[in-house]
T-cell receptor, first 113, second 109 residues
Framework: SAVISQKPSRDICQRGTSLTIQCQVD?????MFWYRQQPGQSLTLIAT?????????ESGFVIDKFPISRPNLTFSTLTVSNMSPEDSSIYLC??????????FGPGTRLTVL | QKEVEQDPGPLSVPEGAIVSLNCTYS??????FMWYRQYSRKGPELLMY????GNKEDGRFTAQVDKSSKYISLFIRDSQPSDSATYLC?????????FGGGTRVLVKP
């Protein structure tokens, strides 16, 4: 199984600012994903991070709000842009090595004031 | 209707009891089925991963899939207080996972 780390683990941000979350995998993975989890809720897929090309976004999520980079097979970033209190959530990164088993990072707990 | 439905619980059982968790799904394209365990303030941890209908055992955990009725189950034998967590079922199709809402489980000593 892959070990996934995220930075920062938590942050408190002001309305209108942006935050970039980093995701590092300890081995090469075929696919990387970004999810959002509201407190007490399940996971909602934001996008699939594609290496060397634009991310694939799910319905309701757009690149201008959640730009994603994936420069190689072990690293990805998610930026939450122009934040509002509604963006307060846990953001999770996951990776899959092609067997459909996905492993998750510990999450980034974001609070927007 | 959500593609993967799961009773939110909470499900409270005494230590040593069998925990029975269930999900139903509606999308026939789902091919792979997973169970994740999530402790408070942690990321989901993959417990079981199955493809075909039938049972799969791993220690105290048994995953069951019935594709004809679109029903997946997880059983935890000899439950321990450390099993107290939220359990999420998930199904894979089209290069993405779809999660159920999660069931909160509390195992009381």
């Amino acid at each position: 199984s892959a070990v996934i780390s995220q930075k920062p683990s938590r942050d408190i941000c002001q309305r209108g600012t942006s935050l970039t979350i980093q995701c590092q995998v300890d081995s090469q993975v075929t696919m990387m994903f970004w999810y959002r989890q509201q407190p007490g809720q399940s996971l909602t897929l934001i996008a699939t991070a594609n290496q060397g090309s634009e991310a694939t976004y799910e319905s309701g999520f757009v690149i201008d709000k959640f730009p994603i980079s994936r420069p190689n097979l072990t690293f990805s970033t998610l930026t939450v842009s122009n934040m509002s209190p509604e963006d307060s959530s846990i953001y999770l990164c996951s990776g899959s090595s092609g067997t459909n088993e996905q492993f998750f990072g510990p999450g980034t707990r974001l609070t927007v004031l | 209707q959500k593609e993967v439905e799961q009773d939110p619980g909470p499900l409270s059982v005494p230590e040593g009891a069998i925990v029975s968790l269930n999900c139903t799904y509606s999308n026939s394209a789902f091919q792979y089925f997973m169970w994740y365990r999530q402790y408070s303030r942690k990321g989901p941890e993959l417990l079981m991963y199955t493809y075909s209908s039938g049972n799969k055992e791993d220690g105290r955990f048994t995953a069951q899939v019935d594709k004809s009725s679109k029903y997946i189950s997880l059983f935890i034998r000899d439950s321990q207080p450390s099993d107290s967590a939220t359990y999420l079922c998930a199904s894979w199709a089209g290069n993405k996972l779809t999660f159920g809402g999660g069931t909160r489980v509390l195992v009381k000593p």
